[in-house]
């Protein structure tokens, strides 16, 4: 596995290895190749979940599980038809394949109540996706000062609409 997918994953809590015959069963099931570094990933640890990097969170599902919920989108299709969930930030944002049977596949992340047309490209590897999810530096004291700022105009707003 490459070594900055293994810094960037180091804080996260891994499961069994997935074996490369379920990950090439669930690529011909869904017309996908999977990219090569989330291959490598896969048959160390079947999915994983926590921290990535210095400020995203990723919760990457096991081969069943992708297998599972992606075939029961498939039966009864929805707004995100055509995209192959494979993860998710443990709240409103998904992690998907997108792309033709053939090509390589770009990676995207979706809001769960969106639709496909809202999908923002984040990569074609998991290196990509890991580094928009985790990249930059750790949070400094400047960006509690910032997001403080921002929060104290926001309730004074909020109080000056209510007052007027």
């Not at 890991?130 to 929060?151: N, R, V, W």
Request: with cysteine.
């Amino acid at each position: 596995m490459n070594s900055t997918v293994s810094d960037l994953t180091a804080k996260m809590a891994r499961r069994p290895p997935a074996s490369r015959d379920a990950l090439l069963k669930a690529s011909h099931e869904f017309g996908v190749s999977f990219p090569a570094d989330y291959v490598a990933f896969m048959v160390e640890s079947n999915g994983a979940t926590g921290r990535v990097g210095a400020r995203g969170y990723l919760d990457l599902w096991s081969v069943e599980y992708l297998t599972e919920c992606n075939r029961e989108e498939s039966q009864s299709p929805t707004t995100l038809s055509g995209l192959i969930v494979f993860g998710s930030d443990g709240g409103g944002e998904l992690y998907a394949l997108a792309g033709q049977p053939g090509e390589e596949a770009a990676i995207v992340e979706v809001p769960a109540v969106g639709e496909r047309s809202d999908a923002v490209p984040c990569g074609t590897t998991l290196l990509d996706l890991l580094q928009y999810l985790g990249g930059g530096e750790p949070f400094t004291s400047d960006d509690l000062a910032y997001g403080k700022a921002a929060s104290d105009r926001l309730v004074r707003d909020l109080s000056q609409d209510s007052e007027g």
